[in-house]
């Protein structure tokens, strides 16, 4: 396999949703959703930034799907295809290996690849991937950041820490259990608790750039102060055991689990029917900014909250 269209005739083995058009259209055409809300998201991964380039590729596909299918499940939404952008560097195995994962990721998230783009990037430059993934809404209608109550609990699904601890497995700092490598290569996006909560949420985002940063983000977008209590972070049993600190933990970011201002009963009650962790981690009150806490006890700020790209 060499070249775009070698590429495309590989994609196409995959591309078998008939809006699709076998990949022989300039573009894919999907009935819309009767009634429903469409959500639509776009993330990139970049080698070097997101990857380390010995990663497999088809844990690098996985990854890409993954990432956009969790902003999805921050939305309460379920998936209906996916448009994919792609970096050809030359290297025809990897690309191969990329198809071959991402039939396996779409496979397993039951979704279909509906086109997108290939282009040649200049010999040297570090490989660029985006996906556009498009969602349905509840019929409710898609949480927002900026939904937030004063007196809402904020609570997270867990474990949080594991994939910035995977990722220094990856980069050979630590040894630890290949588990913490699988959760920063192969996050697994919170989809079915995403949709099954939304209803019950005020507001709702994943954790791509970590706990800290992010809950600042929902605090600020609802014109809200969050207080977080770092000895409620949940952290595994993996973790622990490795010393991770709730700090380092909620700075990491790669977690991709959920987060969400709530005050309703039904939270604990659909985490314990579906078998999801979660935890309360803070709370919401009048106010702005993020207060951190250690069992109550005052914490100061660290210098930075979280992943923050070009900061
Ligand atoms: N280059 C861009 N063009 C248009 N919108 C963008 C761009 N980059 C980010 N956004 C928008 O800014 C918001 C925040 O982006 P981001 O932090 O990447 O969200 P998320 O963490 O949910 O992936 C989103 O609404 C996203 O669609
Ligand atoms: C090789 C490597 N170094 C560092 C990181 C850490 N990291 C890179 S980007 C990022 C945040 C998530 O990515 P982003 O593109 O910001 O996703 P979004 O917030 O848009 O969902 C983190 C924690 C990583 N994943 N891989
Ligand atoms: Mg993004
Ligand atoms: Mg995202
Ligand atoms: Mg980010």
Redesign the pocket.
Known sequence: MSGEGDLIARLRGLATHPAARSLLDDAAVLPAPLGRDLVL???MLVAGVHFLPDCPAGDVAWKLLAVNLS?LA?KGATPIGVLMGYGLTGDTAWDAAFVDGLARALAHFDVPLLGGDTVAQPKGDARVLGLTAIGQALAGGAPDRRGAKPGDHLWVTGPIGDAGLGLRIALGEIEGPRRLLKAYRLPMPRLAFGRTIAPHVSAM??V??GLLIDARRIADASGLAVTIDLATVPLSDEARTLGLAPLTAATAGDDYQLLFASSSAEIERIAAEQRVPIACVGRFDQGSGLTIVDNGGPVALPTSLGWEHGA
């Open positions: 998201t776009h993330d902003d921050a985002a994943d791509s750039d």
